[in-house]
Nanobody, 120 residues
Framework: QVQLVESGGGLVQAGGSLRLSCAAS????????MGWYCQAPGKQRELVAT???????NVADSVKGRFTISRDNAKNMVYLQMNSLKREDTAVYYC??????????????WGQGTQVTVSS
C-alpha cells in the first residue's frame, strides 16, 4: 500500500502564491508518476500536472506558465508551486501516484486532499 499526505493549502488573495507538498510512503516503486488533480464544487476532478520519476511533466493548459510541478525522488515528495493564483483555481487539490504493479496492471493512489481558496 501507498499513503499520500498533502500539505500547504490555504487561503490566499488573487495574484498570490502557494506551494503544495505531498509526501508518499509505503510500497513505492522507483518508476512511477506523481501528480496533482483538483476538484472544484460541482465539478469533476481534473488534471493539474503530473511528473514521472525521470522528470517528464504534463501540465494543464489552464495553469501553464503559473504552476510548476517538481519532485524529490530521494524523499518521495512531489510539489506544486502555484503562482499568480486566480479565483477559478479555488478547489480541493489531490495528490496522486500511479505505478505499475506488473504487466499492464497499474495501481493509483490518492491523498485526502488539501483546500486551496483564492479570494478576490
Amino acid at each position: 500500500q501507498v499513503q499520500l499526505v498533502e500539505s500547504g493549502g490555504g487561503l490566499v488573495q488573487a495574484g498570490g502564491s502557494l506551494r503544495l507538498s505531498c509526501a508518499a510512503s509505503g510500497s513505492i516503486f522507483s518508476i512511477n508518476t506523481m501528480g496533482w488533480y483538483c476538484q472544484a464544487p460541482g465539478k469533476q476532478r481534473e488534471l493539474v500536472a503530473t511528473i514521472t520519476s525521470d522528470g517528464s511533466t504534463n501540465v494543464a493548459d489552464s495553469v501553464k506558465g503559473r504552476f510548476t510541478i517538481s519532485r524529490d525522488n530521494a524523499k518521495n515528495m512531489v510539489y506544486l508551486q502555484m503562482n499568480s493564483l486566480k479565483r477559478e483555481d479555488t478547489a480541493v487539490y489531490y495528490c496522486n501516484l500511479v505505478q505499475v504493479l506488473y504487466g499492464s496492471i497499474r495501481q493509483s493512489y490518492w491523498g485526502q486532499g488539501t483546500q486551496v481558496t483564492v479570494s478576490s
